[in-house]
């Protein structure tokens, strides 16, 4: 099975800054990664795919990199909306999620 | 717009049965894979297994295999989980999603929360 590792487990940040959030997988998984916001209370939504895609309806301070095994989320300007949990899946082998990084107001 | 409504939550004791439906609208669904992802009380995301459009081919995590089973109607719009001889263990918020052929979740659920508890 493949683990997906994500660094910090928690990241302090004021509104405005930038948050950067990584994602370690144990072995390559190309580009297969998928990032997802998940807010207190619903269901994750699908912020980035194949690594650097943004999905839908997703606002562009939200930008993905990364191919093999090291994958970084950016959020260019922390908006008010955006304080929630963040997990990377990876889908080249099966599917597995990492642990999560809760972004949290400093 | 998409629309995905899992109904069938509950306390169910260890050993026991129950089956989740997810009601789908505003897409294809009978051209779309679709998903279960489970997530334990303030833990991380799982994912369960998965399901073809045309029902012939399904896969699932080995904790659950052999345990639990997905199925779907199309003419319905409908997808199924049946779980049985559940265990404490698979106490979790259970969410349908679909399922992009790549292998990511587009479109989610709001969950179904299913206990296991004597």
């Known amino acids: 099975e493949i683990v997906m590792t994500q660094s910090p487990d928690t990241l302090s940040v004021s509104p405005g800054d930038r948050a950067t959030l990584s994602c370690r997988a144990s072995?390559?998984?190309?580009?297969?990664v998928a990032w997802y916001q998940q807010k207190l209370g619903q269901a994750p939504r699908l912020l980035i795919y194949?690594?650097?895609a943004r999905a839908t309806g997703i606002p562009a301070r939200f930008s993905g990199s990364g191919s093999g095994t090291e994958f970084t989320l950016t959020i260019s300007s922390l908006q008010s909306e955006d304080f929630a949990v963040y997990y990377c899946?990876?889908?080249?082998?099966?599917?597995?999620f990492g642990q999560g990084t809760k972004v949290e107001i400093k | 717009e998409v629309q995905l409504v899992e109904t069938g939550g509950g306390l169910v004791q260890p050993g026991g049965s129950l089956r989740l439906s997810c009601a789908a609208s505003?897409?294809?669904?009978?051209?779309?894979?679709m998903s279960w992802v489970r997530q334990a009380p303030g833990k991380g995301l799982e994912w369960v297994g998965n399901?073809?459009?045309?029902?012939?081919?399904?896969q699932y995590v080995d904790s659950v295999k052999g345990r639990f089973t997905i199925s779907r109607d199309n003419a319905k719009n409908s997808l199924y989980l049946q779980m049985d001889s559940l265990r404490d263990e698979d106490t979790a918020i259970y969410y349908c999603a679909t399922d992009d052929v790549s292998g990511y979740f587009s479109d989610w659920g709001q969950g179904a929360l299913v206990t296991v508890s004597s």
């Open positions: 399901l073809k459009p045309d029902g012939s081919y399904k």
């Open positions: 072995q390559s998984v190309n580009s297969k």
């Open positions: 194949d690594a650097s």
């Open positions: 899946q990876q889908y080249n082998q099966w599917k597995t």
């Open positions: 505003g897409f294809p669904f009978g051209s779309f894979w």
